[in-house]
């Protein structure tokens, strides 16, 4: 995965719409299913909790195969984009600790793979309006600057490749 340059106005509306799309969709289909499976399968004594979970089971699968069968459209490129570098950032995240110790033994591989979260996280943040931590962001990002610098390596992102993080 490679960073993008994402327009923050068209990502904020699309992310806005597709948002609002999913909770009418949600609720619309959760009410109509739970609806026609009250009136199929139950009898007035009868607690309707399953027919409702099933209804809002059935409308969360519809809704998955809708945004996955959607996900290439060019209208979804942002919210597709920024959810795939979420997970990935996440799938970072989680191995941070082992990053941390291999960084401190200058492996270069765990550096790439640092240099990617970082300025994945800042475009993160920047996308989400997110000021409170940027600070912070920022000053990692310095110190991790020098770091890969005095280690000969580029600071671009494109040398970052998802199966890095397998080593570690």
């Not at 799309?21 to 004594?45: K, Q, R, V, Y």
């Amino acid at each position: 995965m490679q960073l993008k340059e994402i327009n923050k106005a068209r990502y904020s509306k699309h992310l806005r719409v597709v948002f609002i799309c999913i909770a009418s969709a949600l609720i619309i289909i959760t009410a109509s299913t739970s609806a026609l499976l009250i009136s199929l399968f139950s009898n007035p004594e009868a607690s309707y909790l399953f027919h409702n979970l099933a209804g809002v089971i059935f409308a969360a699968a519809i809704i998955g195969f809708v945004l996955n069968k959607f996900r290439q459209h060019v209208y979804m490129h942002e919210v597709a984009y920024v959810w795939d570098l979420k997970q990935q950032l996440n799938r970072i995240h989680r191995k941070q600790r082992k990053l941390e110790d291999a960084i401190a033994r200058n492996d270069k591989d765990a550096m790439i793979i640092m240099n990617f979260m970082l300025r994945g996280s800042k475009q993160l943040y920047e996308l989400d309006d997110n000021t409170i931590t940027m600070e912070d962001l920022l000053i990692k990002i310095q110190t991790h600057d020098k770091r890969m610098q005095s280690a000969g390596l580029s600071l671009s992102t494109d040398s970052y490749n998802p199966a890095m993080l397998e080593r570690f």
